[in-house]
């Protein structure tokens, strides 16, 4: 009875942990599909360069550009118009609810104030002598990334705590209970250091990404044109094309000749339709400089296909600043494919000079005095010397079609075709990339710039490259780059002829464009009064777009709000300012306290979300208010909630 009885129990007992061991089986398997199905973030190789687990002459600051394309991708998925390079994201629909916290004003030397003078040291390296302050210029912000961010954060300790997910010791002990949560630390560039305030380039969507998409009807060719970055394959719409017998008829004789030296075909580096808008060439589509403008005309009437050996031709201008608020052409050289200069003149501005910007120009007001060549001229006498298949080359080449007033399908940017900063937007200078890839040492005359000698040495670096390969001075394409890194210093030069390039911008063309992107969604905004003051003249343009919006009195108050409201909207976008209280505080333990009421109201924020929110904490970095020269860059981190998986 007894063995009856304990077979009994065993039979039992086995079925017992048959049901289990079936129970957990499908438990896992549940988890494992539940963790294939949870949305993820992954840094790829660009992205890890950024990490703040280097030390900091490793690292390669984001821009605020690409933590805009990771918002945007993350909000509107394969809709958005940027995708980032960064990171690979995936079942980016599968988050919950998004939350955006700006934190204005804090930057990483404020994570160590003890060695504030070693900051400050370093940030007069940073590029920006006392003269180019007041310019601001993308050339010359980005170009120095690695040596000058590296040097201005430099003073915060790279000691990292391997305990804490690698992140560096400063910051584990600042925001402890944050910085512990986030999947990744980044060292961002600050908006500041070239003049843009915290949150412009984050929510400005460029018109050029968006009329990309809104114009796909009237652009048949434009997605085939990008994938093979042939503007001519795209140009029809904007440019009139006409038959080639009736264009080469009646520009007899300006048909180009072979040039066997050509490694690879040169339109190959023509800036295909959306670059060119990008980049903010003259185009005759909305949002770009010339549209419906009659004071802009075209380089042609008509057009010819570009040809693999179509004449290349190199431009340079010189402008002064005149009372219209512009930079008008004063000066202009043309200089053909054997490098002989074929146009050349000074020309009278329309407007009234207010400063001829000698030191850069060359021009002074003796030099205009008999000049009676007006920029309609130059118009007429372009008209007649270009062919209708002429490629235009220069060095930020939009500058100087602006300052002409003209329109022209086929152009190639010494700017853009090399690059040594591994970000695509950083342009390097003229003078930088004389120096390295030809040997010459160009723009020393104190009395300003040579157009001649400029548009000369951008011809021979895209004749360099033609004589190489696509990837040669692209380190981006892994190409080869000169050894050379003392030259870099060169680099801190602005152009100035981006001068006037801020104002442009427009308010307006900011926070519309990345609202109206997603503008399906349900959003909300809360921040303080100071920062709401930022917003004031574009708000009306906003508030259609955002179901919410409140204004709290104070940092606290903000966090809390946020953490009752967050999970009914799918976007939530946060801003807050430090930099005034930071400034208050004298000592090391008056600003960790500051820090730690930081670190609690963004853990009440994050603990607040709902599984799956991705939570995005932007430090901008020094403000505006902190002298050109001082100013550090700021850092991003992200983390997705509750991820049930390790990264």
């Not at 925001?175 to 929510?203: C, D, V, W």
């Not at 940017?413 to 390097?428: A, H, I, K, W």
């Not at 692209?474 to 801190?492: A, H, K, R």
Request: charge should be negative; hydrophobic fraction near 35%.
């Amino acid at each position: 009875m007894k063995t009856l009885m304990s077979q009994t129990k065993i039979k039992r007992l086995e079925n017992k942990k048959r049901k289990l061991s079936a129970y957990l089986d499908l438990v896992e398997r549940n988890k494992e599909d539940q963790i294939k199905n949870w949305p993820k973030v992954f840094l790829s190789s660009t992205g890890e360069h950024s990490n703040l687990s280097l030390n900091a002459d490793k690292r390669v600051p984001l821009h605020m550009s690409d933590v805009q394309s990771f918002l945007l991708y993350s909000l509107i998925h394969k809709e958005s118009p940027r995708i980032p390079k960064w990171v690979k994201m995936v079942h980016t629909r599968k988050f919950s609810h998004i939350i955006t916290t700006i934190i204005e004003g804090v930057s990483l030397s404020d994570f160590a104030m003890e060695n504030k003078s070693s900051e400050k040291k370093a940030a007069a390296k940073n590029g920006m002598t006392d003269e180019f302050k007041n310019l601001p210029n993308d050339d010359h912000s980005h170009a120095n990334k690695r040596k000058d961010s590296s040097d201005a954060e430099s003073s915060c300790s790279d000691e990292v705590l391997e305990g804490r997910g690698s992140q560096p010791k400063w910051l584990a002990e600042a925001l402890p209970r944050t910085s512990s949560l986030m999947h990744a630390k980044l060292e961002l560039m600050a908006p500041s250091r070239y003049n843009l305030g915290p949150f412009e380039e984050l929510l400005s969507l460029p018109s050029t990404v968006k009329l990309k998409y809104k114009m796909k009807t009237d652009f048949k060719d434009l997605k085939e044109a990008e994938e093979n970055n042939e503007i001519y394959q795209s140009s029809e719409p904007l440019f009139s094309v006409a038959d080639n017998e009736q264009v080469f008829e009646k520009n007899s004789g300006k048909v180009s000749q072979s040039f066997p030296a050509d490694e690879f075909d040169r339109r190959s580096l023509l800036l295909s339709v959306h670059d060119m808008i990008k980049y903010n060439f003259p185009l005759p589509a909305p949002d770009c400089p010339g549209y419906e403008d009659p004071k802009f005309i075209f380089t042609q009437d008509k057009y010819n296909e570009v040809e693999e050996f179509s004449p290349m031709f190199a431009v340079d201008c010189e402008m002064c600043l005149t009372d219209a608020q512009e930079l008008e052409l004063t000066r202009i050289s043309v200089v053909n494919e054997e490098r002989k200069l074929i146009y050349h003149t000074l020309v009278k501005p329309e407007n009234t000079i207010i400063n001829y910007l000698t030191q850069y120009s060359g021009i002074t007001e003796s030099i205009l005095d008999d000049v009676t060549t007006t920029l309609q001229d130059v118009h007429r006498d372009l008209r007649e010397l270009l062919p209708p298949d002429a490629i235009l080359v220069g060095h930020s080449l939009h500058s100087d079609l602006r300052a002409m007033k003209m329109m022209h399908p086929y152009v190639i940017d010494s700017s853009l075709v090399y690059n040594l900063s591994n970000v695509r937007n950083q342009r390097s200078s003229l003078k930088l990339l004389a120096k390295l890839f030809l040997g010459e040492d160009i723009q020393n005359n104190e009395c300003g710039h040579d157009p001649i000698e400029d548009a000369s040495a951008s011809l021979k670096l895209i004749q360099l490259k033609l004589k190489n390969d696509i990837k040669f001075g692209d380190v981006i394409l892994d190409g080869d780059i000169p050894n050379s890194d003392d030259e870099v210093s060169l680099d801190e030069i602005p152009e100035y002829k981006e001068e006037t390039e801020a104002q442009d911008k427009a308010p307006r063309r900011y926070i519309t464009s990345l609202f109206q992107s997603a503008d399906s969604l349900d959003m909300a905004m809360l921040t303080t009064p100071t920062c709401m003051e930022s917003y004031d003249k574009i708000l009306s343009f906003i508030e259609e777009k955002i179901s919410y919006k409140e204004v709290l009195p104070d940092n606290k108050q903000l966090s809390v709000r946020v953490s009752q409201i967050c999970k009914q909207k799918k976007l939530t976008y946060v801003h807050m300012k430090m930099d005034t209280r930071l400034d208050k505080c004298n000592t090391p333990e008056s600003r960790q306290h500051q820090f730690t009421k930081l670190d609690k109201q963004l853990l009440r924020i994050y603990e607040s979300a709902a599984a799956k929110a991705l939570i995005i904490y932007i430090f901008t970095g020094s403000s505006l208010s902190v002298p050109s020269d001082q100013r550090c860059n700021g850092l991003f981190m992200y983390a997705i909630k509750a991820l049930p998986c390790k990264r």
